[in-house]
């Protein structure tokens, strides 16, 4: 019997939404916000997403403020993405570094090598959030009145 394992050689099942998406391939949902400039953000993602070794399955709007990617990548290489996806400057939600981070937990733990070459599906939905400072709220207040 191979560590992680039960009796029947099948998978000790975890409780985690994450691990679900390892092993019944469903995809794993992202939320995340950013203030930065959106082209330069969308070629820094789409860049670090190849680099990682993901794919890019698709990329649409779904409003004139927030983009879906969805992904596809090996486990091995879960690590990398979520390093590249902080790195960039995106915001995550609390949920989506928790989801993010048990699939690395899942990656560390998996007893066999062939486990890793599993592949992730991410939907990664991004909000483009407007810079609105304390003073540019006093500007908007004090022309109304």
């Not at 995809?27 to 959106?38: C, G």
């Not at 082209?39 to 860049?47: A, D, I, P």
């Not at 990548?73 to 996806?85: E, F, G, K, N, T």
Request: charged share 20%; glycine share 6%.
């Amino acid at each position: 019997m191979q560590p992680g394992y039960g009796s029947d050689e099948q998978p000790i099942a975890h409780d985690s939404k994450s691990w679900q998406a390892v092993t019944n391939m469903q995809s794993l949902d992202i939320q995340s916000f950013s203030y930065e400039e959106r082209q330069g953000l969308l070629s820094t993602l789409t860049s670090a997403f190849a680099d990682c070794g993901g794919w890019v399955i698709d990329r649409k709007a779904l409003s004139p403020s927030t983009i879906e990617f969805r992904i596809e990548i090996q486990l091995r290489s879960i690590l990398d993405l979520y390093a590249s996806i902080v790195s960039s400057g995106l915001e995550l939600t609390r949920s989506s570094h928790l989801s993010l981070a048990d699939l690395c937990t899942c990656r560390r733990n998996l007893a066999i090598a062939a486990d890793l070459g599993r592949v992730v599906g991410i939907r990664l939905e991004i909000s483009f959030l407007e810079d609105l400072t304390l003073h540019s709220l006093l500007m908007t207040g004090s022309s109304s009145a």
